[in-house]
């Protein structure tokens, strides 16, 4: 092999080496960098969501007396709540506000003779929150729902404007569509609980358990000119 022959290979080897060599690196240093997951917020909308509602019916015991559970409810409720588009919030996550515009909940009670409502309350109502439990992805996500509603039951208002808080994490879509592992089961609600008189237990409350979304579905997309009209805050 001539001298011109073999620095042509000895070259060629180099640059099939480097290549590799540079090559492995760019594969390194791909396989440390963090991937984001996929999956982002829905644009602005209306949602209509279907839930069971499990609820605690208890008999307040006499003084000293520990309280007696009558029976737990089961509550069927559909829900529509009105969403802005998504936002960064103060803190660097990603969010969505929106506002509940019709909800109504009811179950039947052997041991009162008679139907429980819940339902939203009139006139205004506070703003809820989606918001991303992570600032390299919007799912998974925390429900934190915010409403006042009325409570009925053997033809008595039990109470106005009942504050409403439950809270969820871990949702992996939104709307929710009832599948457990993209919609979780709801079991944080508000500290505080819903009181009556009735004649024959005397004070009765009742005790949410948990809260499981059976379905869901986008009711409208907003058109640009529907989101200029809509008052949904972006922050808390």
């Known amino acids: 092999m001539s001298r011109t022959l073999r620095s042509v290979v000895v070259l060629w080897c180099a640059v099939l080496c480097l ?4 090559l492995f690196a760019l594969d390194s240093a791909t396989a440390v960098v963090p991937v984001p997951v996929s999956g982002t917020f829905p644009l602005a909308g209306i949602d209509q969501i279907d839930h069971d509602l499990q609820i605690d019916l208890f008999q307040r015991g006499a003084e000293g007396a520990p309280d007696t559970l009558l029976e737990t409810l089961s509550f069927r ?11 960064i919030s103060s803190s660097g996550f990603r969010e969505v506000s929106f506002v509940v515009t019709r909800w109504e909940a009811t179950a039947w009670s052997n041991a009162l003779g008679s139907m429980v409502v819940y339902r939203l309350s ?5 703003p809820s929150y989606i918001t991303a439990e992570t600032r390299t992805s919007d799912y ?5 729902f915010n409403l006042y509603f009325d409570a009925t039951a053997y033809g ?12 969820g994490h871990g949702f992996m879509e939104v709307p929710p569509s009832g599948n457990r592992p993209t ?10 609980v819903i009181e009556g008189e009735h004649p024959q237990y005397g004070t009765i409350y009742f005790r949410p358990r948990n809260c499981n979304d059976s ?12 989101k200029a009209s809509l008052k949904l805050p972006q922050g808390r």
């Open 215 to 226: 379905g869901s579905q986008t009711l409208h997309t907003y058109t640009a000119a529907e």
């Open 19 to 22: 290549s590799g060599n540079a």
């Open 156 to 167: 008595m208002i039990l109470i106005e404007r009942h504050h409403g808080r439950p809270k």
């Open 122 to 126: 009139p006139g205004a109502q506070p």
């Open 183 to 192: 919609s979780p089961t709801i079991t944080s609600f508000e500290p505080y």
């Open 77 to 87: 409720g559909r829900m529509t709540i009105e969403r802005g588009d998504p936002y």
């Open 140 to 144: 998974p996500a925390t429900f934190d």
